[in-house]
């Protein structure tokens, strides 16, 4: 019997957790008036990049004491910048529960500094944050980007804190609240929760951090794309639009537009309730789906962006490691052949399942489209799963 396929498609198939779908409307159009053929050092390139850190901080509702900027590389290169420069002067938390995270991991072990190591297995759980030291620098992910696991609050960072902390929030940013109080170092990326273009990063510091870079000369030669500071004190240049590389105006034209249309909304409030009602649509199927669950177990820790699903059907579970993954990738590649979710496979070093991207520029009406169409799709499979036994 040939199952019959759901009357309603999604109108954009576009679900990548990064670089995830434009804004809603977004037509090349938005970069007539790109500083393109400028110098990024002109007055009219200065200018734009400006903006976009002056309405960046609007947006996301940064302190105004907390300074901003643009960076190479991405969030990575955020990261990486704040851990080259920053790290060293006491003992140094490393929390990490997906891949991004144990990337950080990774470096506090090539920088040799005195780390305690907080990794969380499996997928999907968080580790004990209660381990955090009062005297020690912090790195955490607010929002794990290829397990679906999100920080539910930072009530476990001492207010008190003799350290700084360093918060990867690239997929968490305009979806999920910060903590400004309790993060010293923010970072994120364009191409995320706004549906920017790729290659750029954000840096956010507070007055500790950049006390921090004013006070601690690290003992490693720093790359000059990490450097923040000149002869001891903080590259003011860099906060007010001076980038260290050149970067793309296009993409530059590209931000600004989606920081625009994330005001012409209503701002930050908007953006996580578009966020919160997308993810919401997608948990209230799968909780009646009895093949299927949210790979994070605590629905307080569960992400409003990423969310990552896995199949639990007898069916499937019965089969070897291999067979399952191989399912778990038919069922992303039918979904993309229907042309109904594109890009919606797992992270490939996570458990084999979906990935659906519910940030700010997705439709809630796309979410609620695509949800038969993923039963559809496992029935189909499951069918010839059946045929072959």
């Known amino acids: 019997m040939t199952l019959q396929k759901p009357a309603t498609r999604p109108q954009d198939a576009r679900f990548s957790s990064g670089p995830t779908k434009k804004r809603p409307g977004w037509t090349l159009n938005a970069l007539e008036g790109a500083a393109l053929g400028r110098s990024h050092r002109s007055k009219a390139g200065k200018g734009k990049l400006k903006e976009a850190i002056d309405l960046t901080r609007k947006l996301l509702e940064v302190p105004a004491d907390y300074r901003i900027a643009i960076v190479p590389a991405s969030d990575t290169g955020a990261v990486e910048m704040a851990m080259w420069s920053m790290l060293g002067e006491r003992p140094v938390d490393v929390f990490a529960w997906e891949s991004f995270g144990e990337e950080w991991v990774t470096d506090a072990k090539a920088l040799k500094i005195d780390a305690e190591l907080h990794v969380a297995r499996p997928y999907g759980a968080l580790p004990d944050f209660a381990k955090a030291r009062k005297n020690a620098d912090i790195i955490f992910t607010q929002n794990g980007t290829t397990s679906g696991a999100k920080v539910p609050n930072c009530d476990w960072i001492a207010a ?3 350290g700084i902390t360093i918060n990867d929030a690239t997929s968490a940013a305009f979806a999920q609240p910060i903590d400004w109080p309790k993060c010293d170092v923010v970072t994120f990326s364009w191409q995320k929760v706004m549906g920017g273009e ?10 500790r951090a950049v006390a921090r870079l004013e006070s601690f000369t690290p003992d490693r030669p720093l790359p000059k794309i990490f450097r923040m500071s000149k002869k001891g004190k903080l590259d003011e240049a860099l906060f007010e639009g001076a980038t260290i590389n050149t970067p793309s105006m296009l993409a530059v034209e590209d931000y600004l537009d989606t920081l625009k249309w994330g005001e012409s909304i209503g701002g930050l409030k ?7 009602a997308n993810a919401k649509a997608l948990n209230d199927w799968v909780a009646k789906t009895p093949w299927i669950a949210n790979l994070v177990e605590d629905p307080g820790s569960q992400t409003n962006t990423g969310v990552c699903l896995k199949v639990i059907d007898p069916r499937v579970t019965s089969l070897n490691e291999e067979a399952q993954a191989e399912f778990a990738k038919k069922l992303a590649s039918l979904l993309e052949k229907e042309g109904v979710a594109l890009d919606a496979a797992s992270y ?11 940030g700010a520029t997705i439709e809630q009406s796309d979410i609620e489209a695509l949800c038969p169409w993923i039963e559809w799709a496992f029935e189909t499979l499951a069918a010839d799963l059946a045929k072959a036994a």
């Open 348 to 358: 490939r070093s996570a458990p084999p399942g979906l990935r659906i991207w519910c």
């Open 160 to 162: 008190d804190r003799e």
């Open 198 to 207: 790729a290659a750029h990063g954000m840096i956010i510091l507070s007055p």
């Open 270 to 276: 908007a953006l996580h309730a578009r966020a919160n």
